[in-house]
């Protein structure tokens, strides 16, 4: 049996994955684990992934759940160029950095944006109140800037002048409120200047496949929802929204 990668490309960390192993000629079997027909919470999935998410991998009778672990684990098992986690001290300190930094900051506020614009509406039966999607927006708004300020700042990459997993989990995050239909490159220069490097280093064609469904987001429909998840998304978001 050999390397197995459980995916659904509507999940961020997945994609970065997803491009990873591609444009790192990583052989590995696509399993895909349609969140939005909960296929995520079977007994067959279970047993690959307890915790009952995606990511997963599976490598024989080895299995690892969490983006960054099994990122890291690709890396070392197929000793993948240097450059995406680097054996220099302070370059790899970087990457660990930003890594250590995204979840609640990029990651949390990207995902909160793109859960109230495209899913809450889906479940209420109306748009976010103006001044509601204002607030989450601008919560995005504050962590770019820090992106920008504290990350980016005027090198080509996160670590410096060679890409490394750290932009590549930074863009794939980033997009999600794209798919949300919230252009957030169109004012700022310098960050789109780094998505056009960051996609050029990884191949513009693989990025685009791999954001294919989620640019399309915006067209989801209730339908195409399992009902355990519309009950348990509602609960969420509500929640998350103050709107409970």
Not at 26 to 36: D, T
Not at 53 to 68: C, H, M, N, Q, Y
Not at 132 to 146: D, H, I, M, R, W
Request: proline letters at 5%; hydrophobic letters at 40%; a neutral charge.
């Amino acid at each position: 049996m050999g390397l197995e990668l459980y995916l659904d490309l509507l999940s961020q960390p997945c994609r970065a994955l997803y491009i990873f192993a591609k444009c790192n000629n990583i052989p590995f079997e696509f399993k895909h684990v349609e969140l939005m027909k909960g296929q995520h919470r079977t007994e067959d999935f279970r047993k690959v992934n307890v915790l009952m998410k995606v990511p997963a991998l599976r490598d024989g009778s080895f299995t690892l759940a969490e983006s960054i672990a099994i990122l890291l684990y690709l890396t070392r098992k197929f000793k993948t160029p240097d450059h995406w986690y680097p054996s220099d001290l302070q370059k790899r300190a970087k990457v660990d950095e930003y890594l250590s930094w995204q979840h609640v900051n990029i990651r949390g506020k990207g995902s909160k944006l793109f859960l109230t614009k495209v899913l809450l509406p889906l479940i209420t039966g109306q748009p976010l109140p103006p001044e509601k999607l204002e607030g989450v927006t601008e919560e995005l708004n504050v962590v770019l800037e820090q992106f920008e300020e504290k990350f980016l700042q005027n090198k080509p990459f996160i670590a410096g002048s060679e890409v490394s997993l750290a932009d590549l989990v930074a863009l794939v995050e980033l997009m999600q409120p794209v798919g949300a239909g919230y252009n957030l490159f169109e004012e700022r220069p310098k960050l789109a200047e780094w998505r056009s490097r960051v996609e050029e280093a990884v191949g513009k064609k693989l990025f685009q496949e791999a954001h294919e469904g989620i640019l399309k987001a915006k067209n989801l429909t209730a339908d195409k929802i399992a009902p355990e998840l519309m009950e348990h998304f509602k609960h969420h978001l509500l929640k998350q929204t103050g709107q409970n």
